[in-house]
């Protein structure tokens, strides 16, 4: 069969074995990579539905606040991709709530996250409506924030329409927005589409930096989903680029980080993303069906057809790849069944294209015909011209295959005009090759041999000399070249396809290479290699003879095991209708029984309430008899041992009394005894040296418990004054704020007194009421600034008791190996987003030196980051304030590094500040001791790290500096793990 229908997909010349070789080390590698990965990730702890229950439990009660509709956004948001039908059912909550309360940023957001929706489903009219309306609402108020989300959805739609160039300007609009914002959601979906467009331009570059920016801002935010998607998008770009070590560690990061979060649409796309990689990249079928089954089960979990749809169309290519039609046709079938019930035309378009294409490559010409003419149909009604061209070429040989010849002639070229200005180089090359043969078989010799010579020099470009599609091309241009009498060129022609096409193992192409090879030399006079031609091309269609009737055969008793599987599914319905009328008499009795029920567990409960009660009790006196117990054992075995040195004193007695006579016996004999004595000695030392050493253990340990225990209390005792104090404390504010406005209108009221006109009144008198007035206005004046004064210390005092709540928080983490490189980069990178987010101009020179192979730290992770950034906020304040001070000519600088020696580890936070002088650093541990300015800070920030570093773990905390020229914080932690 000629390549001008894309009836089969190519699997090339198959693989040599260098890279046989290759593909198995990438294979082996990877299988081991992921493995680690399972191993470490574990069972998903489903992070990202405990977000959406979360959520879920909050917007339950009463929606009443701008936080509410934002609430209902970031559920919006996790329903888009994890449960489609469920957002378009909860999208009018947030759109109506947000206009009650005239909250223009929420209901545009809201809007952008349902058009995003629709263009998804590629319901663009739809999708046009919701970007309108959001766009609108984000301009009318001048809201960045919101904008930025409206225009990541007009590029996304825009993208869906064919629209690349609309869409990059979209998305860059979208991504400078974002950033300026703050909305970095925004930005890393910008990101990534843009990453598909430079893709889809063949832009490796750009795509690639897209993508690996996605990653940075995802990480950033943090955003699971982001970061999974954007890692899946990195594996698909290195598998189209054959970088296969790559592509498969992408995909595993992906699915990792899926799988961890409970991240089912990320979840199925990394399966189907694996899936690519092991079939089209490393050519194991078997696991390849097997992520692709993973991935149908999870994209059934977050209800999202669209995922569904891919999955079953890839395992459809795949089944069509290796042969089993039947397989195939089953998975398009179900893939269009969905994708018409979901009414997503383009996925349906494309899997009735391939519908019929299995139906023609059976054969079956006249079956093909509808499911080519709706899948036209429904490609042109949403305008996806690439698809109409592939369309029209398979609907064009399939005319020529019917006899329809002009029809097929109509069509081809249409079909090559398409594609010629669409710059499909592929589809055109295979048009080109169709339009050939029609003409040949038309008797349009010419125009057939410039067909084929289009075709020849288009696959050319795409793949190289040994292009398959040209050596078809080659093998029917020899046909036309023989028509028109040029025996040597249509040789030559023919001897290159006909290598070419044997070299590459294609059957039917291989057959027709030969029938055209034989026919030449035939009219050439060249009977010998027409006669080994001629058993080439007999035996080619021979064993594509057997093949199709094998494939009847199995086709056939497929469809009888159908049948008879049928048969066996209407007998077991049937029992399972008698099996649910013995359930339903069943379940009338365990209702009866349900009452009987309830009391007898009332009464159990009671009974084992009682027996827990007795349990404790058994617990508490088998606990003191096994203390008693180890004692008693304790001391016989010390009267076991004082009774065996006894024993063992008389016989050297007795010995001795045997052996006067014998001097050197006895005296070996007392070497020996000796030598005992002193081994049972140096035993006895070691069993002591280790009991000492427990003990001290056991004393260290319960010091510790009886520190914890007194800071539990010192903090409930300190929480309970903090909230005695705070209810008073809020009575002066409050009444002192009643009492400016009260002052506020008693001045008000004076004024205007004083303001008008005195009638029938005195003129002394009213002078005299003049200058008391203005008295009484300038006591007013300074109780309004004595309310203002209370009101201010009242807020301090409000903020210092705060501050002594959060001193009293006990410890609720857990100690646990951690990596203190790790633990201090996090910890940088919140500092300095911290402080770009107050002083946005900030600038500052971070030098990090860690430690390399930094053994791992027994300690509570969220207490030592907050040590970190205590120290670390202290730093950028002070180089802040340093470089206000200095000017220009001052570059502020802070270094951090980690070393480990003698089993401590030392972190050490150096700035270029303005330091710290000598006689306050005996006090910056103490709590309430503060440098900064009133209202600024309440010093229990460094009093709180020194609780952590010495009390919590045990290690030091200590201050080095030189006034005017630095300050350096070194925390030391006793003990090492394993690296």
């Known amino acids: 069969m000629p390549g001008g229908l894309i009836y089969r997909i190519s699997e090339g010349a198959g693989l040599n074995c260098i890279l046989k070789r290759r593909i198995l080390r990438h294979f082996i590698m990877l299988a081991c990579m992921f493995c680690t990965v399972l191993m470490f990730v574990g069972e998903s702890v489903h992070a990202q539905q405990r977000i959406i229950d979360s959520l879920q439990q909050v917007l339950n009660g009463e929606l009443t606040g701008r936080r509410h509709v934002d609430d209902l956004n970031r559920l919006h948001r996790c329903y888009q991709r994890q449960d489609p039908e469920r957002l378009l059912s909860e999208y009018p909550r947030a759109i109506a709530l947000a206009q009650s309360l005239d909250y223009d940023r929420g209901e545009s957001i809201a809007w952008s996250t349902l058009g995003f929706l629709y263009a998804t489903q590629r319901r663009f009219d739809s999708a046009r409506t919701c970007e309108e309306r959001a766009a609108k609402l984000a301009e009318s108020s001048s809201d960045d924030f919101a904008l930025s989300a409206a225009c990541v959805t007009r590029g996304w739609s825009a993208l869906l329409r064919g629209e690349s160039d609309k869409a990059q300007k979209y998305l860059e609009t979208a991504e400078s927005l974002g950033r300026r914002s703050g909305n970095l959601l925004a930005c890393c979906d910008a990101v990534i589409i843009l990453g598909h467009i430079y893709g ?67 979840t199925a796309y990394a399966h189907f993303g694996y899936a690519n990689y092991l079939y089209w990249g490393m050519r194991n079928a078997d696991s390849a069906l097997v992520h692709l089954e993973q991935a149908e089960e999870a994209a059934k979990k977050c209800r999202n057809n669209e995922v569904l749809q891919n999955i079953l169309i890839t395992r459809g290519s795949i089944a069509h790849l290796d042969g089993r039609l039947s397989e195939a046709m089953a998975a398009y079938v179900r893939a269009a069944a969905v994708a018409r019930e979901r009414k997503t035309l383009y996925q349906l378009g494309y899997a009735l294209h391939w519908i019929g294409i299995i139906h023609a490559q059976q054969d079956r010409h006249e079956q093909a015909l509808p499911y080519f003419h709706e899948s036209l149909q429904i490609n042109t009604t949403i305008e996806e011209t690439g698809q109409v061209a592939r369309n029209l070429n398979t609907m064009g040989y399939t005319y020529y295959k019917l006899g329809k010849l002009d029809s097929a002639a109509q069509i081809l070229e249409r079909a090559c005009t398409l594609s010629d200005s669409l710059g499909t180089v592929s589809i055109s090359a295979h048009a080109s090759n169709s339009l050939g043969i029609v003409y040949n078989a038309l008797g349009k010799i010419e125009l057939a041999k410039r067909a084929q010579l289009k075709s020849i020099r288009l696959s050319e470009e795409i793949d190289g000399k040994q292009s398959r599609m040209a050596a078809i091309s080659r093998s029917w241009l020899a046909r036309d070249l023989l028509a028109q009498d040029s025996l040597s060129a249509a040789r030559a022609q023919a001897e290159a396809a006909y290598i070419t096409l044997m070299q590459q193992s ?74 649910g009328l013995q359930l339903s008499q069943q379940q009338e009795q365990l209702r009866v ?107 260290r340990t319960q010091d510790q418990l009886i520190h914890s225990e007194k800071m539990a209390t010192l903090g409930e005792l300190t929480a309970g004054i903090a909230h005695e104090i705070k209810n008073p404390l809020n009575f002066v504010t409050n009444f002192s704020t009643v009492s400016g406005e009260m002052v506020e209108e008693l001045e008000t009221q004076l004024r205007h007194e004083a303001s008008s006109k005195p009638s029938r009144v005195d003129v002394v008198d009213s002078a005299r009421d003049s200058s008391a007035n203005s008295e009484v206005l300038t006591i007013l004046d300074d109780l309004k600034a004595n309310m203002g004064k209370i009101q201010e210390h009242g807020r301090r005092a409000d ?16 100690r646990q190996e951690s990596d203190l490189n790790v633990l201090l980069k996090e910890a940088v990178q919140l500092a300095w987003h911290g402080m770009r987010a107050q002083v946005p101009d900030f600038t500052v020179d971070i030098r990090e030196e860690y430690a390399d192979g ?65 006689e306050i650093r005996e006090k910056i541990f103490q709590p309430f001791f503060t440098t900064k300015p009133t209202g600024e800070g309440t010093g229990l920030g460094l009093s709180l790290s020194y609780d952590i570093v010495v009390k919590g773990h045990g290690g030091e905390i200590r201050v080095e500096s030189e006034e005017g020229k630095y300050a350096e914080f070194i925390v030391s932690l006793p003990g090492g793990g394993q690296q």
């Open 506 to 579: 294609e059957p039917e192409s291989a057959r027709d290479a030969a029938e055209s090879l034989a026919m030449v030399c035939k009219k050439q006079g060249d009977y010998a290699r027409a006669y080994e031609a001629q058993l080439k091309y007999t035996a080619f269609k021979d064993s594509l003879l057997n093949a199709k009737n094998v494939q009847t055969i199995s086709e056939l008793s497929a469809k009888y095991e159908a049948d008879q599987r049928e048969k066996q599914i209407v007998l077991l319905e049937k029992d399972k209708e008698l099996k």
């Open 799 to 814: 903020g210092i008791v705060a501050s002594m709540l959060l001193h009293a928080r006990s410890q609720k983490g857990v």
């Open 854 to 918: 930094l053994p791992q730290i027994e300690v509570i992770p969220q207490e030592m980051s907050r040590v970190f950034l205590n120290l670390l906020s202290n730093a950028f304040q002070a180089v802040r304030k340093r470089a206000l001070q200095d000017g220009d000519g001052y570059e502020p600088m802070v270094k951090v590094s980690t070393t480990y020696r003698a089993e401590i580890h030392e972190v050490r936070i150096w700035d270029n500040g303005s330091g710290i002088p000598v």
């Open 593 to 699: 029984r349900t009452l009987e029920a309830l009391k007898r567990k009332q009464q159990i409960g009671l009974l084992e309430k009682d027996k827990e009660i007795q349990s404790l009790e058994i617990a508490r006196h088998q606990a003191d008899y096994a203390r008693q117990t180890a004692v008693t054992e304790q001391r016989e075995n010390e009267v076991r041992l004082l009774t065996k040195d006894k024993q063992l004193q008389a016989s050297l007695l007795d010995r001795e009394t045997f052996r006067r006579n014998a001097i050197l016996g006895g005296l070996l004999a007392l070497l020996i005894v000796t030598g005992l004595i002193f081994y049972r000695l140096r035993e006895r030392k070691k069993a002591n040296t280790r009991l000492s050493n427990t003990l001290s253990e056991l004393r």
């Open 200 to 266: 889809n331009r063949r832009d490796i570059e750009n795509a690639t930096r897209s993508y690996m920016e996605a990653v940075e801002i995802a990480n950033a935010i943090p955003d699971s989903v982001l970061l999974a998607t954007a890692y899946f998008s990195l594996g698909q770009l290195a598998l189209n680029l054959h970088k296969l070590e790559e592509a498969g560690e992408y995909q595993a990061r992906a699915l990792s980080i899926a799988r961890a979060y409970g991240d089912y649409y990320n």
